[in-house]
């Protein structure tokens, strides 16, 4: 076993070497432009881009041509959200998202409220879901595009999307969802779920950084974005720019893989990361899991340790890398806003880690993290007040602390 | 975030971890900061019949920075007498762990914790505070 470990997959992932492979010759002798018609540099990269599309598309049972490359899924969401709603602005200028979406949602829909768009951000139950009722209460005949991820980056919940799906056509509006932790991971399938725009990432699915895609629907509807970058008119003019070939190869490469190993995968990585829960709820009393218990990503779990801190947590077990909701461990100095959503205390977002395992996650560096961790919560608590407190039957809830 | 081999130190290898009775006249009891804000500190001194710091303990809720700078604060304390204890500064704590300036915080709660701390200790022990003497009440006890 190699330390340290790696058990955030849900940040990115490694480079599958099968993945490198395919791309290393489009980053040496094969590095035509896809879009330079004249010579055979150019035909092959457009070959390698057209065999990628594909093996895109076959992940989620779409056509290669509704497959648009951009950068990675942040690009692909602002796309689908702002292309939206500047393309049927004469239809309406209501969104309907929720309030644990990824920054990369969130905050296009706010920059569109400043400019005439409506948009609702619907709260979320205890596990992190919305309801088909909610969406449907939500919608006006405004509504024009309902935006929910399909499994939470934080917390893992998946969301009912299929049911969601189903609503959005029986009501005529489009539903995009940002898959950027499920592609490749949880079967999806366009067609079945009524999804019009999905949204994902190539480093999520072991692929490499700066490659992502957004699958636009062609039919029933045929759904049509204005781009956010304008230029030479690549990608049906719904994203302009050089396309990154490596990248492209790289993450049709990825796809492949995914397609064919997720039967397996998902169930191993679950294993793995049911392990990991035993271990750590079997050891340790006072700790909570954050999420839905079963629909969840196979591979996360978030856990809050109660009277620990997050961040003097993750310092206590150094070499196994994961992360944390605690406001300690970001810039804002403020916790988890998915965590809070789920009206998980403030207290319990700053004691929270997520725990992402992936393909390459090993029984062995399962056991040693639980190891690990363990021993750091126990050594933490045996410093903390809090735990001192609660020893001695204080109520900390009802304690009047001098807040700063 | 990368931090100085101080912090590392104080947090792997933290000084006078523990209680002591808040009870005990001789004891100063200051909690400051609050669960939902990420950091509690709880930092105790214990006096001799002349105000002096004999002992001091710690337990805290809160990232590596705010370990350390607890820690660190109750390594200063010993010996000192309670109004010297109130010259050390949060900036001296900065200072001595190198905390980056998102950290800053932290050592601001320690110096809070201190001064809390003696505030418990003068108030139980009825000591003015423009006076360096004390009259203890564990000499009636």
């Known amino acids: 076993?190699?330390?340290?470990?790696?058990?955030?997959?849900?940040?990115?992932?490694?480079?599958?070497?099968?993945?490198?492979?395919?791309?290393?010759?489009?980053?040496?002798?094969?590095?035509?432009?896809?879009?330079?018609?004249?010579?055979?540099?150019?035909?092959?990269?457009?070959?390698?881009?057209?065999?990628?599309?594909?093996?895109?598309?076959?992940?989620?049972?779409?056509?290669?041509?509704?497959?648009?490359?951009?950068?990675?899924?942040?690009?692909?969401?602002?796309?689908?959200?702002?292309?939206?709603?500047?393309?049927?602005?004469?239809?309406?200028?209501?969104?309907?998202?929720?309030?644990?979406?990824?920054?990369?949602?969130?905050?296009?829909?706010?920059?569109?409220?400043q400019s005439g768009c409506q948009v609702t951000f619907l709260p979320v139950d205890k596990y992190g879901r919305v309801s088909v009722e909610q969406v449907r209460e939500a919608m006006t005949d405004k509504t024009i595009l309902v935006s929910l991820m399909h499994g939470n980056n934080e917390i893992g919940t998946l969301q009912p999307i299929r049911e969601i799906g189903a609503l959005c056509k029986e009501r005529g509006v489009l539903f995009h969802t940002d898959a950027s932790q499920t592609f490749g991971k949880v079967p999806i399938d366009v067609e079945a779920m009524g999804i019009d725009l999905l949204s994902c990432?190539?480093?999520?699915?072991?692929?490499?950084?700066?490659?992502?895609?957004?699958?636009?629907?062609?039919?029933?509807?045929?759904?049509?974005?204005?781009?956010?970058?304008?230029?030479?008119?690549?990608?049906?003019?719904m994203r302009s720019g050089t396309l990154n070939v490596p990248g492209i190869v790289g993450m049709g490469k990825a796809a492949e893989l995914c397609r064919e190993l997720m039967p397996t995968e998902s169930k191993k990585v679950a294993a793995l990361r049911d392990r990991l829960k035993d271990g750590l709820f079997g050891q340790l009393d006072e700790i909570f899991l954050n999420g839905h218990p079963t629909d969840r990503t196979p591979n996360n779990l978030n856990v809050s340790f109660l009277y620990v801190e997050g961040e003097s947590l993750m310092m206590g077990f150094d070499d196994v890398a994961v992360s944390s909701g605690s406001a300690c461990t970001s810039a804002s100095l403020e916790p988890s806003y998915v965590l809070k959503a789920l009206g998980v205390g403030d207290d319990l977002a700053h004691s929270s880690i997520r725990f992402s395992l992936g393909r390459f996650t090993?029984?062995?560096?399962?056991?040693?993290?639980?190891?690990?961790?363990?021993?750091?919560?126990?050594?933490?608590?045996?410093?903390?007040?809090?735990?001192?407190?609660?020893q001695e039957g204080i109520d900390l809830s009802k304690v009047q602390w001098a807040a700063h | 975030m990368s931090y100085s081999d101080k912090i590392i130190d104080h947090y792997t290898h933290p000084r006078n971890v523990g209680s002591f009775d808040k009870n005990d006249p001789k004891v100063g009891t200051g909690i400051v900061g609050a669960p939902e804000c990420g950091d509690v500190m709880k930092l105790q001194i214990k006096c001799d019949a002349t105000g002096r710091i004999v002992d001091a303990k710690f337990k805290t809720f809160g990232c590596g920075s705010a370990i350390a700078s607890s820690s660190l604060a109750t390594e200063w304390l010993k010996g000192k007498t309670v109004n010297e204890a109130l010259q050390i500064k949060n900036t001296d704590i900065v200072k001595e762990l190198a905390l980056p300036p998102v950290k800053i915080h932290c050592s601001v709660l320690a110096e809070d914790a201190i001064r809390a701390a003696i505030a418990d200790y003068k108030q139980k022990n009825h000591v003015d505070d423009a006076a360096e003497s004390v009259s203890s009440a564990a000499a009636g006890a």
Request: with cysteine.
């Open chain 1, 1 to 113: 076993m190699r330390l340290p470990i790696y058990m955030d997959n849900n940040a990115t992932t490694p480079v599958d070497p099968r993945v490198l492979e395919a791309m290393l010759p489009y980053l040496q002798g094969r590095f035509g432009n896809a879009a330079s018609r004249s010579h055979r540099f150019g035909w092959e990269a457009e070959e390698a881009v057209e065999q990628a599309r594909e093996q895109v598309a076959s992940v989620i049972n779409a056509s290669s041509k509704e497959i648009v490359w951009t950068s990675g899924a942040t690009e692909s969401n602002n796309i689908a959200i702002k292309g939206v709603a500047a393309m049927y602005r004469d239809q309406g200028n209501h969104i309907i998202t929720q309030v644990t979406e990824h920054k990369a949602v969130i905050d296009p829909c706010k920059h569109l409220e």
């Open chain 1, 201 to 237: 990432s190539g480093h999520k699915c072991y692929g490499p950084k700066g490659i992502g895609a957004l699958y636009v629907r062609r039919k029933r509807p045929r759904v049509r974005c204005e781009p956010v970058l304008h230029g030479g008119g690549h990608e049906r003019g």
């Open chain 1, 362 to 390: 090993t029984e062995e560096e399962v056991d040693y993290a639980v190891e690990r961790v363990v021993t750091a919560v126990r050594r933490l608590r045996e410093m903390s007040p809090l735990y001192e407190m609660a």
